[in-house]
Structures are given as structure tokens and as C-alpha cells.
């Protein structure tokens, strides 16, 4: 007999409309189930096969209550403070030099150093007024998504977000941009330390074919046309990224995203259209996992990144710049 397939992950929707059910009605007995559309029934029925029989009344009920409360409003500790700065440029400047100047940290001194008008200009003359204050910021989080630090069907790609401040952003960018030029044959380096580097990475690459060898040298190809000829790995990583993202369910990618700053966000968005690859989806998102896994180990191998961290991201330093 052959092995059953493995149930697909549920989507966040799907997962949560199945707690709802089951913390406020009585799951398929309910009288709401055949309101729903066929095709919902059916990714419902899929989503209780993945989540089985882990959750009662009272646990679903619970875990809906926190999942809310990390969901209604971004969490500005985990939302990179230039996303704000691009959302308050729109605001008055008095509007501007009152949360700059009130805001708490890391949020108030980042605004400060990137709003010139605030370093500039004098500030209220007086405190404003807190709800108003409570208004500008929800406001300009108002297109920000929250959501919790850590879940458990979180792929790697969200979970290495999710554990690392501002320098391992960039640390992982690097080393998946090291990971992929090693992949491709290209690491041939005259210095000692790249050398080495390679070498750690070189064990935990995935197999070579040919077809993805072709897509990894376009990548660097690309990267480097960016750069003016130079090759930058952390550039080149931001490709490997966008597509890691491009599998991972909208809302939490965006959450994930939103970790990052600005305009690095917008430079991985621009590689998740998987559509526009030579090859198909599943097999380039199988392939930029294992360089994921092979950064990983070359940063933790380094003593970069804490292993701990990648398997409770709300324990490491996430959301710290």
C-alpha cells in the first residue's frame, strides 16, 4: 500500500477559521459549516488533518485570544523604524517632531536620526497630548502587520528573520550570498579567510544539476550588473531570500519583511515572482532552502548565530537594532 501524502500546512486563514470553529462552535457539526463554500470546506477539512486533535475548546480559545493580540497592531520592536519614517514623511512636521521626539525606543532615536526636521527644529513647546500621540503611531503602523515572534510551522527563512537583529540580517544575506557562489564554482579566493569559509560551506551544499548551476550563475551574473561589476554577497543573498519568502504564506512573509528595512524589503520583492524562473517553483524553493541551511551552519559554525535562537526566535535578538 502506498505511504500516505503528509498534510499540507495549513494556511493562517485556514488555520484560524478551524480554531474559531472549534473554540466557538462545535467544528463540522456546526450549523455555520455548510454556509461555507465547497472549496472552504474542503481546505478546512485539510487543515483539521494537519492540526488533528491538538486542540480542545478552551486551548483554541486561548490560542486565538494571544494569536489576536499579537496580530491587531504591529509590534514596533519588530517592525524595522525606516517602514515608519517612509509612513510619517506624509505627516505634517509638527506631527513628525512630536513622535520623534516622544517616541519610545529603538523607534524615537531611530526617527530622530532620519527625520531632519527633527534634529533641526525646536520641539513642543509643551507634551503632546498622549492619544493623539497614540493616533500619529497607529496611523502610520496602520499597513504594518503583527503577529507572533514564533510558530511553530514557521519555515527556517522566517524563523532566521525572526531571531536575528540588524547585523545578522546582514550576516545571513552574506553567507547565502557565499553559499550560492560556492554552489556555482565561483569561489576562488586568494585570501585565507574566504578560503576558509568556502570550505565550511562546501559539506552542507546541495547536490549540483546542471539546470540550477545555469540559474546560479545567472543570479551572480545579475548581482553583479547591479553592482557595477563587483560581486556583493549580501546583494546577491537578497535573490535567494525574495524567492524563500515568495513560498511562505503572504501575511507572514510581510511580517517578515517588515524586520528588515525599506528599501532592502523592496529589493527582495522584486525576486518573488517565482513565475518568471526557467525552472519550476518547488524545485528552485527546494534549492534555496539548502543554501539556507548551508548559511546557517556556516554562521553558526562562526558563532554567529545561536542555534537556540532559530528554534525560539522570541528568545533571541529579534527586533533589536
Known sequence: MPASEPARTPSLAERSMLLAFLAFGTGPGDPGWPRLSAAWRSRLEGARAAIGGRFDEGSARGLLAVEH???????????????YVRALRREAPSVRR?????????LGPALRRALD??????GPTHPPQADALAWALALAGERLVGGPAH?????????????????????????LGLAKVAFAGE???DQLRPRARSEILRPSLPTARLELVDL?????????RLAGGRL????LGLTSLGRLLAGVDPHRSRWALQQLPYTVAGLAGKSMDLRALP?????????ESALLRAAVVLLIREGRVDPSDLADPSRGQGGRR
Open 151 to 175: 510558530r511553530d510551522d514557521d519555515p527556517p527563512v522566517v524563523r532566521a528573520i525572526a531571531a536575528l537583529d540588524g547585523r545578522g540580517h546582514f550576516q545571513l544575506l552574506s553567507g
Open 232 to 235: 556583493r554577497p549580501a546583494r
Open 216 to 224: 546560479a550563475l545567472g543570479d551572480l551574473d545579475a548581482a553583479r
Open 279 to 287: 525552472l519550476p517553483a518547488d524545485d528552485v524553493l527546494a534549492w
Open 187 to 189: 569561489d576562488r579566493h
Open 98 to 106: 512630536a513622535v520623534a521626539a516622544t517616541a519610545p525606543p529603538p
Open 69 to 83: 493580540e499579537a496580530e491587531a497592531r504591529a509590534d514596533p520592536r519588530r517592525v524595522h523604524p525606516s517602514w
Open 117 to 122: 526636521d527633527a534634529e533641526r527644529a525646536p
